[in-house]
């Protein structure tokens, strides 16, 4: 069984940054898939980035040029570098992972089958 748990939520000024991470357990193939999801109160959930056990990533339009998704390989552990927060960035930023090599590794991908509890991101002026 794997577990996915996010750690590095918190509030940040607008212009600030934070990092949030993410630790896969249970799993022990590389072959898979790992990404942030954010989702607000009364609106749909939201695709922020995705990586792939080769390294390549994806992002959402929102968040391009100030997010950068890595990974610790060693460590099983996805980090989300967030940088110029804006407002509204604030949300509940969920990571997940799914399994399937042969299923794209997007954000766009609704097959995610492991996800964390999420951890609440405040960006205040």
């Known amino acids: 069984q794997v577990q996915v748990v996010e750690s590095g939520g918190g509030s940040a000024q607008v212009g600030g940054s934070l990092r949030l991470s993410c630790a896969a357990s249970?799993?022990?193939?590389?072959?898979?898939?790992m990404g942030w999801f954010r989702r607000v109160p009364g609106k749909e959930r939201e695709g922020v980035a995705t990586i792939d056990k080769y390294g390549s990533t994806t992002y959402g339009d929102s968040v391009k040029g100030r997010f950068t998704i890595s990974k610790d390989f060693a460590k099983n552990t996805v980090y989300l570098q967030m940088n110029s927060l804006k407002p509204e960035d604030t949300a509940m930023y969920f990571c997940?992972?799914?399994?399937?090599?042969?299923?794209?590794?997007?954000?766009?991908?609704?097959?995610?089958?492991?996800w964390g509890q999420g951890t609440q991101v405040t960006v205040s002026s």
């Open positions: 997940a992972a799914h399994l399937r090599p042969a299923a794209p590794c997007s954000i766009l991908y609704r097959g995610f089958g492991y």
């Open positions: 249970g799993y022990t193939d590389s072959t898979y898939c």
